[in-house]
């Protein structure tokens, strides 16, 4: 068992990992649950098939303390982050009467916890919520730190609201029952931490990602454990990202995004597959810049490739060129003006933030990556 603490000032909470969470929830999230009981249901969110998984169990969990849940149920996929569904929720919060001392809980990957904390963001003006990630990647990533938001036609993740969840319970076993290429899809994000700040932990993920990805429970909780400091730590001393230190989580984003976008965010290339294409072509431009070397270059590509995540961008068989590329680049959130910040490496282990990337020279990169 490990708990994680993400020391924000007056909003402190706790990130708890640990194997059976899920069987013993009402325990395990008692605080969250005050107020709620037969004649008050607690509203869960998931996605039809964490429902199907899980409903029953939590059900009979809470019918044991005198509780019921009452379930909103989205279809699985990134479709679930719209407008649309995010107005029937918060009319069911309301609707159930949801105050602002109340807590919802969301059960399941990045898109519910995504959708139900910005639903809790503007309940009420905000109501509290807890976050039950069922996904590798929602485990060490997007269940902590508070990004919320939906997706609109402009793009994905663009309206949304800092929100910090009061507790996220991560229990490992739920990933038995996790797909083998989003298993590989969010480990690409455990990866990240390593290259982006902890050389050590980088080498273990070396040695051991296999046990990581065969679900070995104590490399598995060692994985989650350490990414997930990290990401407490970072988000506790730039909640906001505007220091420069949130930003270093991005590492592999910006090259990411525009892969995602160039296959129209689809199953073609999922999200953890694009980081982690994108953390090899941040390290060969870095190795280009001179600032690591290329044997260090080969060295991430290995271990992103040896984990049976994409390492080729001409391996992808995209129908463009680099300059395509960087124009979807000139639509990230993270655009300032005309330049964008890019995140590279100094080190296996020591991400940076670049102002200074010419977009021309890295179309010029891009277009020799898609012919290599
Ligand atoms: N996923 C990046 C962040 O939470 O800042």
Known sequence: ????????????????????????????????????????????????????????????????????????????????????????????????????????????????????????AITK????????????????????????????????????????????????????????????????????????????????????????LAREPGALEHAIATSIAMKAQIVAEDERETEDRRALLNLGHTFGHALEAETGFSDRLLHGEAVALGMVLAARYSARRGEISAADAERAAGAIGASGLPSRLSALGLDCNGAALVDHMRHDKKAEGTTLPFLLLRGLGEACVARDVDLADIAAFLDGELAA
């Open 1 to 120: 068992m490990a708990v994680i603490p993400v020391a924000l000032a007056g909003r402190a909470y706790d990130v708890v990992i640990e194997e059976g969470l899920m069987a013993r929830l009402s325990d395990a999230a008692a605080p969250y649950l005050k107020g709620y009981g037969t004649a008050r249901p607690v509203p869960f969110v998931a996605d039809t098939n964490t429902h199907r998984l899980y409903a029953a169990g939590v059900d009979a969990n809470l019918a044991a303390q005198g509780m019921t849940a009452q379930w909103f149920v989205v279809a699985p996929g990134e479709d679930a982050k719209t407008w649309g569904v995010l107005e029937k929720l918060t009319d069911w919060l309301l609707a159930l009467g949801v105050t602002r001392k109340d807590h919802v809980f969301a059960l399941g990957g990045g898109v519910v916890g995504d959708l139900v904390g910005f639903a809790c």
């Open 125 to 212: 003006r905000g109501c509290g919520f807890v976050q039950l990630p069922t996904t590798l990647l929602a485990q060490v990533d997007s269940s902590v730190g508070g990004k919320t938001a939906i997706n609109t036609a402009a793009g994905k993740n663009l309206i949304g609201a800092f929100h910090q969840p009061s507790l996220v319970l991560i229990d490992p076993l739920v990933l038995a029952t996790l797909p083998e290429r989003e298993m590989r899809a969010g480990y690409a994000e455990v990866l990240k931490y390593g290259l982006l700040g902890d050389a050590a932990f980088f080498g273990w993920l070396e040695a051991n990602g296999d046990k990581v």
